[in-house]
């Protein structure tokens, strides 16, 4: 499974990308405007730390502008993927931004047909949001099945990546990956609960301390 971060804050991605863990980033308006900085300052310096897909979302909301605005944020590196809302207006943009070879992240998907059109429209990745259908009482994962199962049965036509999106726990990230979801995109303090565990810590804890009675060292030997 490949990970992505759902961050624009620099500093979190480029001490996450220092575990060689991280594949691609993803960000979104939201995540931009936290930063306060500038939506394409922050974009280059991204796509200059990660070198898989950076997810960069158009404002726009009509096909024309989507298409122009995702062609100025593909031109930043070469490494932008555009994320386009999953409306109809999306779905075209999707499909004349990819036939340009770009990378398209339909994203706001929240059901199984959205997702089936997105694949159809040609999206290099597909987003659904669990998180946000969990908050309303639907199942997020449920979601993330009924997507792999559909995509399974047309692996020659419909080649798009089920990217995991609006993860909230760890547990999201374990169920995503039994399910088969190519990527999750992980918010930064998910990343790092993902690699803690109270035993662990006692654990090494524990070893280091009956190490230390031993007197010995291992690096001068
Ligand atoms: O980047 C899109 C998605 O991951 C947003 O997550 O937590 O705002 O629902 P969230």
Redesign the pocket.
């Known amino acids: 499974m490949k990970f992505f971060i759902?961050s624009a804050d620099i500093g979190e991605i480029r001490e996450l990308s220092d575990t060689g863990l991280v594949d691609g980033v993803?960000t979104?308006p939201?995540?931009v405007a936290r930063t306060g900085r500038d939506f394409f300052e922050v974009l280059d310096e991204i796509c200059a730390v990660v070198s898989g897909p950076v997810s960069a979302e158009v404002a726009a909301t009509d096909v024309d502008n989507m298409v122009t605005e995702g062609r100025a944020l593909a031109a930043r590196a070469k490494n932008v993927a555009v994320k386009v809302p999953l409306t109809w207006d999306g779905l075209k943009a999707c499909r004349a931004l990819t036939q340009a070879g770009i990378a398209v992240n339909v994203?706001l998907c929240f059901s199984p047909a959205q997702a089936l059109l997105a694949a159809k429209a040609g999206a290099r990745f597909i987003?659904p949001?669990v998180?946000?259908l969990d908050d309303i009482g639907h199942s997020g994962m449920t979601l993330i099945a009924e997507i792999r199962e559909i995509l399974d049965n047309y692996p020659d036509t419909l080649k798009s990546e089920i990217l995991a999106?609006?993860?909230?726990n760890p547990l999201h990230v374990i169920e995503a990956a039994k399910l088969g979801a190519e990527i999750a995109?992980i918010?930064p303090n998910v990343m790092r609960q993902l690699a803690s565990h109270a035993l662990t810590d006692k654990g090494l804890g524990d070893f280091l301390a009956d190490w230390n009675k031993t007197g010995q060292t291992i690096a001068d030997r």
């Open positions: 759902d993803t979104n939201t995540l994203t987003s949001f998180g946000r999106a609006s993860i909230r995109t918010p």
